[in-house]
């Protein structure tokens, strides 16, 4: 019997990308560290600066060229798809001529890699200019009901990404009829049916563009990027959501959504903390036992890479 394959789709592709290639290189070094089946599904987001990207706003630092071919390259070359996060839910018909998200899209012009889209005017110019891509349908979209999920599934989508108020509602997840094609968020921060996430994403969205802008304004000009405060909460740590009924277990997948046709999980973090994120890939992929063992060569690689420092202690000076 052919082995069940469980797809961990990860996040980042500037600040994460150390962490998620080291994480590559484990899963061929210590296969016998990992889970039943665990294949790396998808490196997602975007590279700095992005006006097309949506749902979280990740930095306003720009990578230059040479390091957004490297990142698609290394990825391709270890089998993984780059999925760009293109979500932004305020864009305008000129910007789809916005010359650094082309850019990107022509660098992973492979046939490989993929695009998260929200925006139809978006979804209709990347159809037709970059036709090798392969689209997915955005959790931003906040389908909530099993007929409509059903209809975005008969579209050309690789995959839809289920709404996560609908995780673990098995009354309604028994309906959906193409379960193979539908991608799951295992760890959402937001609170259940949280009434601001669509403000949200519009937020994200506005800035976006203030930053964009800013750039071409002498500093006494530019517009104020807007921090985002939510009444609702904002945790980023795995264990504070575990208490949510969104949120889905390393059992839930393995006993519940695999053996029910679901097979691919998304892992929310491309703002998270690395620590935070380091715990987050140990629990859902690697055996229990490995964790420990895992986590401290994770550490050491990524020290040695210069990601951070452990300070070590001075030795004492006696008088």
């Known amino acids: 019997m052919m082995e069940k394959k469980v797809r961990f789709h990860l996040p980042g592709l500037r600040y994460n990308y150390p962490l998620n290639m080291f994480w590559v290189s484990l899963l061929q070094t210590h296969p016998d560290f990992f889970r039943e089946g665990v294949e790396i599904g998808s490196f997602f987001g975007t590279?700095?600066?992005s006006l097309w990207n949506g749902g979280r706003l990740i930095g306003d630092d720009q990578c230059d060229a040479g390091f957004v071919k490297a990142v698609v390259k290394n990825a391709n070359n270890a089998g993984i798809p780059i999925r760009y996060t293109f979500t932004n839910p305020l864009l305008e018909e000129?910007?789809?001529?916005?010359p650094f998200c082309n850019?990107?899209?022509?660098?992973?012009?492979?046939?490989?890699n993929e695009v998260m889209i929200m925006s139809p005017v978006l979804e209709k110019y990347i159809r037709e200019k970059y036709p090798s891509y392969k689209h997915n349908s955005s959790t931003c979209k906040e389908i909530r009901d099993v007929d409509t999920l059903?209809?975005?599934l008969e579209g050309d989508y690789k995959y839809v990404v289920l709404d996560y108020n609908l995780n673990n509602r098995w009354d309604l997840l028994e309906k959906?009829?193409?379960?193979?094609?539908l991608e799951v968020l295992v760890n959402p921060i937001c609170i259940p049916n949280c009434p601001r996430r669509g403000e949200h994403y519009e937020h994200v969205g506005r800035n976006q563009r203030t930053i964009l802008e800013n750039r071409s304004l002498p500093p006494e000009k530019r517009k104020?990027?807007?921090?985002?405060h939510c009444e609702y909460g904002d945790h980023n740590c795995l264990h504070t959501i575990m208490k949510y009924p969104t949120f889905i277990s390393v059992e839930d997948i393995w006993e519940k959504y695999v053996p029910n046709g679901i097979n691919n999980f998304k892992i929310e973090g491309r703002t998270a903390y690395l620590f935070s994120l380091i715990d987050t890939y140990c629990y859902y992929m690697l055996k229990p036992e490995c964790i420990g063992?895992?986590?401290?060569?994770?550490?050491?690689?990524?020290?040695?890479?210069?990601?951070?420092?452990?300070?070590?202690?001075?030795?004492?000076?006696?008088?």
């Open 47 to 49: 590279f700095p600066y």
């Open 94 to 98: 000129k910007d789809i001529h916005d």
């Open 103 to 112: 850019f990107c899209m022509k660098v992973g012009d492979n046939g490989m």
């Open 150 to 152: 059903n209809k975005e």
């Open 176 to 181: 959906v009829k193409q379960k193979e094609r």
């Open 224 to 228: 104020k990027v807007e921090p985002w």
């Open 293 to 319: 063992e895992a986590r401290l060569m994770l550490i050491k690689n990524l020290e040695q890479a210069g990601i951070f420092t452990i300070h070590k202690p001075r030795p004492a000076k006696w008088p």
